[in-house]
């Protein structure tokens, strides 16, 4: 397949176009830029340098990618903006690169982000995310594989959200979201349950939704301090995958130090 560069597009001698790429008109890609085969630019996108774009991506009008951080630390270090493969970034996405602090931004394979959404430096969203229209993320966000944040919500810096969990719309999420439950809400950011419908749909069987329920039934409602709570789930529930990854996600933080943050209802 050809690469097919619309004529008024500005593509630096220094960028990489894998086969089939498309770069439609008035877009322009800078120097030190890969990508990857069958993805399709469209128009006034602004690709930077240090970006690492997959196969069959697809980059809608207006959409910025590794921008420079909205750091003051920042001091034009080398740093990257790495985006999997099939991910769709739809109108006037800004995507920064990162920092010094991780070397760069990470978005993973066939996600959906939709228009005006920003994320900032450092952040790393895994695979089969969707991010509604017009999501702030501060720097040093994480998101687990499957999550689902909504529209117009904000998400603080170093805040995390665990896999397959769902963030409401217009949430102000100040605190970490564990993995496979609901959260929301503006003037008191608050658990609100299990993902039920979420996770039915990606295939969980009853059983291993209901241990998901006990888990956080302990956690949430025992009354006990969250140290405490995660013993009596370590020694009351069979350690199943997923009750192990709800305990890691509360005693391990994201770079190996010891963690326990409550989240509060």
């Not at 991780?102 to 993973?108: D, L, Q, R």
């Not at 963030?167 to 003037?187: E, K, N, Q, T, W």
């Not at 658990?191 to 979420?198: C, P, R, S, T």
Request: net charge neutral.
């Amino acid at each position: 397949m050809q690469i097919s560069i619309h004529p008024t597009a500005v593509v630096d001698q220094g960028a990489i176009l894998g086969e089939g790429v498309v770069v439609g008109p008035y877009s322009v890609i800078d120097d030190d830029v890969a990508i990857g085969e069958g993805t399709v630019i469209g128009p006034h996108v602004h690709i930077g340098s240090g970006t690492r774009l997959g196969n069959s991506c697809r980059i809608h009008a207006g959409a910025v990618l590794a921008g420079v951080p909205q750091d003051l630390k920042y001091d034009g270090e080398k740093t990257y903006l790495h985006i999997g493969d099939r991910t769709v970034v739809r109108e006037c996405v800004t995507l920064n690169r990162g920092t010094r602090a991780s070397g760069k931004t990470v978005i993973g394979s066939d996600n959906l982000i939709m228009a005006y959404v920003h994320t900032g430096h450092d952040c790393v969203i895994g695979n089969h995310v969707i991010i509604a229209n017009a999501v702030q993320f501060g720097g040093h966000c994480e998101v687990g594989d499957y999550a689902f944040v909504g529209g117009l919500s904000g998400i603080h810096q170093f805040v995390r959200i665990g896999r397959y969990s769902m963030v409401g719309g217009i949430s102000r999420a100040s605190l970490d979201v564990p993995p496979f439950v609901m959260a929301g809400g503006h003037d008191a950011f608050r658990y609100e349950g299990l993902n039920i419908v979420g996770l039915k749909r990606r295939g969980f069987p009853p059983e291993r939704i209901s241990l998901i329920k006990d888990a956080y039934r302990i956690i949430f409602q025992s009354g006990l301090l969250l140290s405490n709570a995660i013993v009596k789930v370590q020694s009351e529930l069979p350690m199943e995958p997923e009750i192990a990854e709800i305990i890691d996600f509360f005693t391990v933080g994201s770079n190996g130090r010891k963690f326990l943050k409550p989240f509060k209802n």
